[in-house]
Protein backbone atom coordinates (compact mmCIF):
# COMPACT_ATOMS: atom_id res chain seq x y z
CA UNK A 1 0.00 0.00 0.00
CA UNK A 2 2.51 2.35 1.07
CA UNK A 3 4.58 1.64 -2.42
CA UNK A 4 1.23 2.58 -4.34
CA UNK A 5 1.09 5.87 -2.59
CA UNK A 6 4.54 6.74 -2.89
CA UNK A 7 4.11 5.76 -6.75
CA UNK A 8 1.52 7.65 -7.31
CA UNK A 9 2.89 10.70 -5.70
CA UNK A 10 5.62 10.67 -8.04
CA UNK A 11 3.87 10.08 -11.01
CA UNK A 12 2.00 13.44 -10.17
CA UNK A 13 4.99 15.24 -9.37
CA UNK A 14 6.59 14.13 -12.85
CA UNK A 15 3.09 15.58 -14.54
CA UNK A 16 2.82 18.81 -12.58
CA UNK A 17 6.48 19.56 -13.25
CA UNK A 18 8.05 17.73 -15.91
CA UNK A 19 11.69 18.42 -17.71
CA UNK A 20 12.01 17.84 -21.46
CA UNK A 21 15.30 17.16 -24.09
CA UNK A 22 14.80 18.39 -27.46
CA UNK A 23 16.48 16.96 -30.40
CA UNK A 24 17.31 18.31 -33.83
CA UNK A 25 17.83 15.19 -36.11
CA UNK A 26 18.56 17.68 -38.59
CA UNK A 27 16.29 19.80 -40.35
CA UNK A 28 15.70 23.08 -41.81
CA UNK A 29 15.22 24.57 -38.06
CA UNK A 30 11.91 25.94 -38.66
CA UNK A 31 10.73 23.26 -35.89
CA UNK A 32 13.01 24.01 -33.83
CA UNK A 33 12.57 27.95 -33.92
CA UNK A 34 9.06 27.41 -33.35
CA UNK A 35 10.15 24.87 -30.26
CA UNK A 36 12.49 27.97 -28.83
CA UNK A 37 9.10 30.23 -29.27
CA UNK A 38 7.26 28.47 -26.53
CA UNK A 39 9.67 29.28 -24.39
CA UNK A 40 9.67 32.63 -24.52
CA UNK A 41 7.15 35.38 -22.87
CA UNK A 42 4.28 35.18 -25.27
CA UNK A 43 3.72 31.38 -24.70
CA UNK A 44 5.66 31.04 -21.13
CA UNK A 45 5.86 26.96 -20.91
CA UNK A 46 7.84 27.57 -17.78
CA UNK A 47 4.64 28.80 -16.17
CA UNK A 48 3.63 25.15 -16.37
CA UNK A 49 6.22 23.77 -14.82
CA UNK A 50 7.94 22.49 -17.99
CA UNK A 51 11.99 23.03 -17.37
CA UNK A 52 14.53 22.29 -20.77
CA UNK A 53 17.25 20.65 -20.04
CA UNK A 54 20.17 19.13 -21.64
CA UNK A 55 20.82 16.05 -20.10
CA UNK A 56 18.80 12.61 -20.99
CA UNK A 57 19.02 11.32 -17.84
CA UNK A 58 17.33 14.42 -16.33
CA UNK A 59 14.64 14.08 -18.60
CA UNK A 60 11.21 13.17 -18.72
CA UNK A 61 9.77 13.88 -22.27
CA UNK A 62 11.83 13.95 -25.53
CA UNK A 63 11.12 16.45 -27.88
CA UNK A 64 12.19 15.29 -31.64
CA UNK A 65 12.23 16.83 -34.84
CA UNK A 66 13.70 16.55 -38.30
CA UNK A 67 14.44 13.75 -40.59
CA UNK A 68 16.22 10.89 -39.41
CA UNK A 69 19.27 9.04 -40.55
CA UNK A 70 21.51 6.50 -39.80
CA UNK A 71 24.08 8.71 -38.26
CA UNK A 72 21.89 10.90 -35.84
CA UNK A 73 19.30 7.81 -35.41
CA UNK A 74 22.19 6.25 -33.39
CA UNK A 75 22.29 9.30 -31.50
CA UNK A 76 18.69 9.52 -31.03
CA UNK A 77 18.40 5.85 -29.81
CA UNK A 78 21.22 7.01 -27.48
CA UNK A 79 19.62 9.78 -25.91
CA UNK A 80 16.33 7.49 -25.59
CA UNK A 81 18.26 4.59 -23.85
CA UNK A 82 19.73 7.22 -21.59
CA UNK A 83 16.40 8.53 -20.48
CA UNK A 84 14.93 7.14 -17.01
CA UNK A 85 11.52 5.70 -17.12
CA UNK A 86 8.73 6.33 -17.68
CA UNK A 87 9.19 8.28 -20.71
CA UNK A 88 7.26 9.67 -23.51
CA UNK A 89 8.70 10.65 -27.13
CA UNK A 90 6.98 13.81 -29.05
CA UNK A 91 7.79 13.80 -32.86
CA UNK A 92 6.93 17.43 -34.05
CA UNK A 93 6.72 18.78 -37.59
CA UNK A 94 6.57 16.90 -40.86
CA UNK A 95 10.12 15.98 -40.92
CA UNK A 96 10.05 14.43 -37.54
CA UNK A 97 6.43 12.37 -38.43
CA UNK A 98 7.61 10.88 -42.31
CA UNK A 99 10.62 12.21 -43.11
CA UNK A 100 8.95 15.06 -44.94
CA UNK A 101 10.18 16.87 -47.89
CA UNK A 102 13.52 14.58 -46.77
CA UNK A 103 11.99 11.70 -46.85
CA UNK A 104 13.02 10.27 -50.65
CA UNK A 105 16.50 11.62 -50.01
CA UNK A 106 19.27 8.86 -50.31
CA UNK A 107 20.40 8.82 -46.33
CA UNK A 108 16.66 9.71 -44.71
CA UNK A 109 15.25 6.54 -42.79
CA UNK A 110 12.04 8.36 -42.29
CA UNK A 111 10.33 9.54 -39.34
CA UNK A 112 11.22 9.31 -35.54
CA UNK A 113 9.11 6.03 -35.32
CA UNK A 114 11.57 4.24 -37.67
CA UNK A 115 14.08 4.46 -34.68
CA UNK A 116 12.00 4.66 -30.94
CA UNK A 117 8.79 5.03 -30.04
CA UNK A 118 6.83 7.86 -30.22
CA UNK A 119 3.48 8.66 -28.32
CA UNK A 120 2.76 11.81 -29.71
CA UNK A 121 3.13 13.29 -33.18
CA UNK A 122 2.88 16.75 -33.87
CA UNK A 123 2.01 17.79 -37.70
CA UNK A 124 2.36 21.03 -39.41
CA UNK A 125 5.66 22.66 -41.31
CA UNK A 126 6.50 24.30 -39.01
CA UNK A 127 3.86 23.17 -36.56
CA UNK A 128 2.17 26.39 -34.46
CA UNK A 129 3.60 26.54 -30.89
CA UNK A 130 0.30 26.00 -29.62
CA UNK A 131 0.36 22.66 -31.25
CA UNK A 132 3.38 21.63 -29.92
CA UNK A 133 2.49 22.88 -25.94
CA UNK A 134 -1.16 20.55 -27.18
CA UNK A 135 1.34 18.01 -27.69
CA UNK A 136 3.40 18.09 -24.88
CA UNK A 137 0.62 18.66 -22.66
CA UNK A 138 -0.95 15.34 -24.49
CA UNK A 139 2.48 13.05 -23.67
CA UNK A 140 1.82 14.50 -19.99
CA UNK A 141 -1.42 12.92 -19.94
CA UNK A 142 0.01 9.80 -20.84
CA UNK A 143 3.23 9.88 -18.39
CA UNK A 144 0.58 10.30 -15.71
CA UNK A 145 -0.65 6.95 -16.46
CA UNK A 146 0.42 4.04 -14.69
CA UNK A 147 3.18 2.35 -16.78
CA UNK A 148 2.30 -1.00 -18.30
CA UNK A 149 5.08 -3.41 -19.88
CA UNK A 150 3.10 -3.72 -22.85
CA UNK A 151 3.73 0.10 -23.60
CA UNK A 152 6.85 0.18 -25.61
CA UNK A 153 8.05 -2.28 -28.04
CA UNK A 154 11.43 -3.04 -28.70
CA UNK A 155 13.55 -0.76 -30.44
CA UNK A 156 14.23 -1.23 -33.98
CA UNK A 157 18.09 -1.67 -34.64
CA UNK A 158 19.95 0.76 -36.61
CA UNK A 159 21.63 -0.47 -39.68
CA UNK A 160 25.16 -1.25 -39.11
CA UNK A 161 25.27 -2.30 -35.13
CA UNK A 162 24.87 -5.18 -33.61
CA UNK A 163 21.93 -5.73 -31.16
CA UNK A 164 22.32 -5.07 -27.80
Not at 16 to 28: A, I, T
Not at 55 to 84: F, I, S
Not at 99 to 125: E, K, L, S, W
Amino acid sequence: MPIQWLDKLIRRARVKSPWLLHFDCGSCNGCDIEVLACLTPVYDVERFGIVNVGNPLHADLLLVTGTVNRRNGRVLTNLYEQMAAPKVVVAIGSCGLSGGIFRTAYNVIGGVDQMIPVDVYVPGCPPRPEAIIDGVFLALDRLSRPAKSSDRPPLKPVAGRSSP
